[in-house]
């Protein structure tokens, strides 16, 4: 398969109150959208807290067990971050749910030290890889988006995504990073970023958006809470890296974690 529709949910998020997130975006996304992947915003149950120890659910928790049993019911993708304990450790993780079951991760691996939460989270080491009707997936989460490095497309992936609770102050870089992201990676990029304002007087303006591999913006959600769906194409994808096939010229490097 060659399509792939996203449903960008982009809304509000209570402060620090999961039982009324999760009863919201039900509403929302439980009656089912006519889309492969529904997308929701980091954190998506409590808003970007610190209150990591108080707020903090195991991967058998209630979020969870509710994005396992939304995919399955409106049977389609569902993804978005939570804050989970395993171990003994914090992590703000990206959850994958997929409407046969399964439930794959990703924890953000930059944490925003202007916020702390790098006193309060574990940062991840490892980069997933998704697949969905033929995309490669490659998930991250907002402070990730400032770290070209760590987002470097070495062909393995068709699609940068990005859930965020992204401040309105720095709107313009939301939007600079991720069109940059796009062009340099020669990739789709679909981002998803709250509205609303939280617990700690922090602004966001949404800006949800999905961006071509040339840059060009073909969606942006405004500041109302909304869903808004938008179907991308592969072959469109690989048409233009054979055009224009920068990728082989990209420098050669390793990673150190």
Known sequence: ?????????QSDISWE????????FDRLVGKGILADLVIL?????????MASAALAEKMDGPAVSWMRDTAKSIDTALCGSLIIEQDGHYFN?????????ACRHYD???????????????????????????????????????????????SDFDLLLYVANWPAVRRDHWNTLLRARAIENLCYVAAVNRIGVDGNDVEYCGDSTVIDFTGIQRAQMQSAGTIETISMDRQSLLAYR???????????????L
């Open 93 to 101: 993780r990206f959850i994958w749910a997929t409407a046969d079951g």
């Open 1 to 9: 398969m060659s399509q792939l529709t996203l449903a960008l949910v």
């Open 17 to 24: 109150q999961p039982e009324k997130n999760l009863a919201h």
């Open 41 to 49: 915003p980091e954190m998506f149950t409590t808003g970007f807290s």
């Open 242 to 256: 054979k055009r224009f096939p920068a990728h082989l010229d990209a420098d050669k490097y390793k990673l150190s």
């Open 108 to 154: 953000k691996r930059h944490l925003f030290r202007l916020s702390a939460e790098n006193e309060h989270y574990t940062g991840g080491s490892n980069k997933l890889i998704l697949e969905l009707n033929g995309f490669r997936i490659c998930p991250q989460i907002c402070y990730d988006l400032r770290f070209p490095v760590w987002s470097r497309n070495d």
